[in-house]
């Protein structure tokens, strides 16, 4: 019967290990407890035993190879043993560890007696005392009417309870029953077409005032629909959305663990506008798609990074990873946030497929479409603020990449060229790098090459389209 | 009416209990001739000889540790830890072996086992001998924590704990041992998780332990005259904690304060305070005030230690704080 | 001492099941099915036996955390252990307590303990607890050498010897407190001499040799019963994995592997196998059997802890108290 030889568990804080060396060879006779391979976890070789006596049939999981503990990485067979179809695709199978435990599930029961109630509404500049904050809520009365009688003006249960004895007639009417109001506010209101419900009264007893009124117009005419004023906002404190939060951890996470170094170059970008105007027509018969001078910088991007693989890199622990494929990302601006879905090989694609797989990504992007892969396969990110009118900017790392190119707007310049002034179209463009990762001197080389390749596009795209 | 101090009602506790029940030894420091430095073991070693009543060795691991094994083998052991401070050297039976093994085995292993100590500041004995980190084991799970404030709750709450089958941090206050109340002869329990309402009112609710649940009454009467009612809750074991009792009186009077004599950070207060904000969030009508030691260690200078110790002073202060919600 | 051919052949089984049982576990712990730590006995198994194999069921041990062999030498069933390693509902402990925390009262056996002295008190009360109840139950209390430096050592040979409690303090001395060698953590060589301090008997013996720990644990045993104290009977062995299954290369960060070599040389099986060979107790055909039986005996514990059900969420909540009231008997 086959036996599979698993990484194994290496004490309670190893995930991940590397096979550095088979001991054992495809083919060759293995006794129960001879050390078969050497792995190291957490800077620790370790040899490790044969769990079964017999042949080492199948490495399923090469040296130097680093792998989730558990993980079969190879099958012991008897002598003369075929082994089952599964592995011999070779594809590494991941066993789970412990099946059942389900910690996830103690934090809820640990939490469950959260009251609801906790999560009360942001509520301005108004101190109140939570039993006056519920009695408020339940009687949909707003505490900016009341005044406090507590220290520092803080409104006590019993505000709220002798403001609703003195108002009980308005509070407890009926919709549409007429608010109490000022003569004047309630011609203003007419005038205005302003239903007076709708206003917040500050007078005495809550009495609706020109003043409020006035207040409650302009309200309306900057409010959007379906959105709050935005001058509501100041002094609010709003919780973060969940793509906010991610973000937020993100960009933190990059920020503050990998060293940024930035460069800026001035491309000049007149030739390769002239080659985009040339094709541009020919290429949407072909790909029904208009060729931007993005998918030109997509594609140089992808070029460029194929000979400089460290702008392809992550860190992983001590190790740095090079990505096996260039991924070339483009930061998209939602309302929420930013997202970033990559153009997958931008080094091999041609133009067209590139301009066609950006339009679709940017669409989807915009309707909350993208797959998980899409978004996550990026190796590098390219952000542009051209179309704000921005000059040149910083940006930080979409984590763990090592590279990000920042575009800033096109620019006419004035220079001298054979003794007579011109104008060039000169675009700035800034690469931010984990210092970790690549050196100042592989930053800037990148950055020759790449302005290399937009200043003389034909020889840099001719033959690749 | 019969009235017998503290360390009299836990005496006499132990006694009627070990006459009905075979299973109980006594071990600790100095408990037999001595009787115990606070003479609660006095007379026990003479009624019930040298082999339930244990003097050791200095050594609370080793004899706190063997009151674990005794009761895993069929006797229900007291040990005296002759003050709290030195439950620290014996730290590991108490929060690995006596409070986990019944958990850790299944439920195959109990531990009928009453571990007595004592808390309190106001003796002059200083940083090592007066500390109040009761609230320390109602943090640990498997353990119960009893906190008798007055002779006729010590009586009944050790009747209970050693009925129950299970550990139990029996935490009595040094200061009290003196202290006089009406405790029946006759033998009485009173249930562990239960909190006693020792004066009802409904502005304020006090919740207090120990030597704070005297000094919470006399500042109560005093605020009465000014038709102020406060009600006094004190929840005699503070693991189990009547969790309800609590709730419903805050719901009652929107107000409280906590009195312990455990410093403030981290300690029992803060258990009660969150609590309360967590469950009975819109009930509460004012800020949440602790009562409590300051965060130093106990000094040793008498006007220091006298203005360390949590009094009436401090109570009174917070209920005015408290009144200007009110 | 005189055994029966009976008694002898148990011992070895008992040795085996202890082998056999460790073992699986080397394999089970990296296949990641046993959660956790695991602390192995192999190398060590005729402490345990040689020791329990003076006890009656209704006699206590305390153990340690590498108690696997000293649960089973006491008569603990492997499905049980099994299903425990497993963290399975039908474990010992209800999946509750894992490799370090078995314990089954009823046998006797007060608990396997995570903390190193954490069980010697504990074996001092019930040594107190036999000698107040009047009944001729002795304790067998195992330790390393490490946890004889442990402040509850001394507090508790010190307490056994005040009250001349019933209890045998067995040190297993396999020469490493984790990873620090005994030369570094003490100066004697001897721990059975620090007997002197409590003046009670000590004496030292070679652990791997199975005859002459019953031997000495025999007469300690005796001792106890009878109502004359404690003894403390060191048993020098060596423990062949790891500190824990993961510690590489079964702890060459702290020695070497030639270092193993000769006491894998001096497996206390295989040593106990040619006395039984040499005497006629067994042939090879019967250790044949004997083996085969033991295996099968693993597999099926290995199934039925992989066939029991993990705990509910819900179980969490059970057994952090006695529901039962006792108070007076």
Redesign the interface.
């Known amino acids: 019967m086959a036996t599979e030889v698993v990484l194994p568990m290496l004490g309670i804080t190893v995930e991940k290990g590397k096979i550095l060396k088979w001991i054992k060879s495809e083919g060759e006779r293995v006794e129960k407890g001879e050390s078969i391979f050497e792995v190291e976890a957490d800077k620790v070789t370790t040899e490790v035993e044969s769990p079964a006596s017999g042949i080492l049939k199948k490495i399923l999981v090469p040296e130097n190879l680093e792998v989730p503990v558990l993980t079969v990485v190879g099958v012991i067979t008897a002598e003369g043993e075929e082994i089952q179809e599964k592995y011999v695709a070779g594809k590494p199978e991941i066993v789970e560890p412990f099946k059942g435990a389900a910690p996830e599930v103690l934090v809820s029961a640990a939490s469950a007696e959260v009251s609801e109630t906790m999560a009360s509404e942001p509520s301005g500049s108004v101190r109140a005392v939570p039993a006056a904050r519920k009695v408020a809520r339940e009687y949909g009365i707003d505490l900016s009417l009341i005044s406090g009688s507590g220290p520092g003006g803080t409104i006590l249960k019993k505000d709220v309870e002798n403001y609703m004895a003195l108002e009980r007639a308005e509070i407890t009417a009926p919709k549409g029953k007429e608010r109490r109001a000022t003569p004047l506010a309630r011609r203003l209101a007419e005038k205005e077409g302003i239903p007076l419900e709708n206003v917040s009264g500050t007078g005495h007893h809550g009495r609706v005032t020109k003043m409020d009124v006035l207040k409650a117009s302009e309200k309306g005419k900057t409010a959007l629909p379906g959105e709050a004023p935005a001058e509501t906002l100041f002094g609010k404190t709003i919780p973060m959305s969940r793509m906010r939060r991610v973000i937020a951890r993100r960009i933190s996470q990059s920020a503050f663990t990998a060293p940024h170094i930035y460069f800026f170059t001035d491309v000049e970008m007149g030739r390769l506008i002239q080659l985009r105007d040339e094709i541009v027509s020919e290429y949407e018969d072909q790909f029904g798609v208009r060729i931007s001078i993005n998918d030109f910088i997509i594609k140089a991007v992808g070029l460029t990074i194929r000979e400089y693989p460290m702008l392809n890199a992550s860190l992983d622990g001590e190790n740095i990873r090079i990505n096996p494929e260039i991924n070339v990302g483009l930061a998209v601006a939602l309302e929420e946030g930013l997202i970033v879905p990559a153009i997958p090989r931008a080094d091999r694609y041609g133009l067209g497929d590139i301009a066609r797989m950006r339009v679709d990504l940017v669409e989807r992007s915009r309707n909350g479409k993208l797959t998980i892969e899409e978004i996550e396969r990026g190796t590098f990110t390219i952000s542009s603020l051209a179309q704000f009118g921005i000059t040149y900017f910083t940006a930080i790392l979409n984590p763990p990449q090592s590279g990000i190119l920042t575009v800033g707007k096109l620019d006419e310049k004035l220079s001298l060229i054979n003794g007579e002034v011109r104008t060039k179209q000169v675009t700035r463009f800034g690469l931010s790098v984990d210092h970790r990762i690549v050196d100042g001197a592989v930053a800037a080389a990148f950055l020759q090459a790449f302005k290399g390749k937009l200043e003389s596009p034909s020889s840099a795209f001719i033959q690749l389209t | 009416m019969r009235e017998i101090t503290y360390a009299q009602a836990i005496n006499e506790a132990l006694r009627e ?1 070990m006459r ?2 075979s ?1 109980i ?1 006594l071990m600790g420091e100095d408990i037999g001739r001595y009787g115990g430095i606070f003479q609660v073991t006095a007379g026990l070693l003479d009624e019930f000889g040298p ?2 009543v ?1 003097d ?2 200095i ?1 609370e ?17 007291v040990a005296e830890v002759m003050f709290i401070d030195f439950t620290t050297c014996a730290m ?2 108490i929060v ?2 006596m409070a986990k ?10 531990v ?1 086992f009453v571990l007595r100590t004592n808390i309190g500041a106001g003796r002059g004995a200083a940083a090592q001998h007066s500390q109040s980190f009761h609230s320390f084991f109602m943090h640990i ?2 353990l ?1 924590v009893a906190t008798p404030a007055t002779p006729y709750d010590a009586k009944g709450l050790m009747n209970t704990a ?5 550990p139990v941090m029996f935490i009595e206050h040094k200061k009290l041992f003196i202290t006089k109340g009406h405790v029946p002869e006759e033998s009485y329990s009173i249930p562990f998780g239960k909190a006693d309402i020792k004066r009802e009112g409904n502005d304020i609710t006090i919740v207090a332990t120990h030597a704070l649940v005297q000094k919470s009454l006399n500042v109560a009467e005093e605020m009465s005259q000014e038709g102020i009612n406060i009600e006094i809750l004190d929840p005699r074991t503070i693991s189990p904690l009547d969790k309800e009792a609590i709730l419903n009186s805050v719901k009652k009077t ?1 107000k409280l304060i906590t009195a312990d004599e455990g410093c403030v950070t981290g300690g029992f207060g803060s258990e009660i305070a969150a609590t309360v904000a ?2 009975a ?6 800020p949440i005030i602790r009562v409590g030691s300051p965060d130093t260690p106990v000094p040793f200078s008498p006007p220091l230690e006298q203005f360390y110790i949590p009094g009436e002073d401090n109570i009174r202060e917070a209920v005015n704080k408290i009144l ?2 009110q | 001492m005189v055994l029966s051919k009976q008694k002898k052949v148990e011992m070895y089984r008992r040795m085996l099941k202890i082998r056999s049982f460790e073992e699986r576990i080397v394999d089970l712990y990296a296949r990641g099915l046993v959660p956790g730590l695991a602390h192995l006995y192999i190398g060590e198994e005729a402490v345990a036996v040689g020791a329990c194999a003076n006890l009656r069921d209704d006699d206590y041990i305390t153990s340690t955390h590498r108690g696997h062999g000293h649960v089973i030498a006491k008569g603990a069933d492997v499905k049980f252990m099994m299903a425990e390693l497993f963290g399975k509902t039908t474990g010992y402990c209800k999946g509750k307590g894992g490799s370090m925390h078995i314990a089954d009262v009823d046998i006797g056996i007060l608990g396997a303990n995570g903390i190193a002295g954490g069980g010697l008190p504990i074996a001092v009360g019930a040594g107190l607890s036999s000698k107040y109840r009047k009944t001729d139950q002795v304790t067998i209390c195992f330790f390393g050498d490490g946890a004889s430096n442990n402040g509850t050592f001394h507090e508790s040979l010190n307490l056994a010897a005040v009250h001349k409690l019933p209890v045998i303090f067995t040190c297993e001395n396999n020469q490493y407190a984790i990873s620090t060698e005994q030369t570094t953590h003490q100066t004697i060589k001897d721990i059975s001499i620090r007997s002197i301090a409590y003046d009670i008997p000590g004496v030292t013996v070679e652990g791997n040799d199975l005859m002459a720990v019953y031997n000495a644990l025999n007469e300690a045993v005796q001792r106890a019963r009878n109502g004359r104290g404690p003894t403390l009977v060191e048993c020098k062995t060596y423990r062949w994995r790891g500190h824990h299954e993961g510690d590489p290369n079964l702890g060459e960060r702290y020695r070497r592997r030639e270092d193993i070599k000769p006491w894998i040389e001096k497996c206390p099986i295989k040593r106990f196998e040619k006395v039984l060979l040499k005497e006629r107790v067994l042939d090879q055909a019967k250790i044949d059997e004997i083996k085969n039986a033991v295996q099968k005996e693993i597999d099926e514990a290995v199934e039925f802890a992989n066939a029991s059900p993990f705990p509910k969420n819900e179980d969490i909540y059970e057994d952090v108290f006695e529901e039962e009231m006792g108070g007076s008997r």
């Open positions: 209990n009905r029940n299973r030894i082999e339930r244990i050791t060795p050594s691991a080793g004899f706190v540790g063997t009151c674990v094994g005794a009761a895993m083998t069929g006797l229900h052991p590991d039976m690995n072996q093994m019944h958990y850790m085995s299944g439920g195959r292993g109990k009928p799970s498997g119960k050693l009925a129950d089958e299970n929107g967590q469950e969030f819109d009930y509460l009508e004012a200007e919600y």
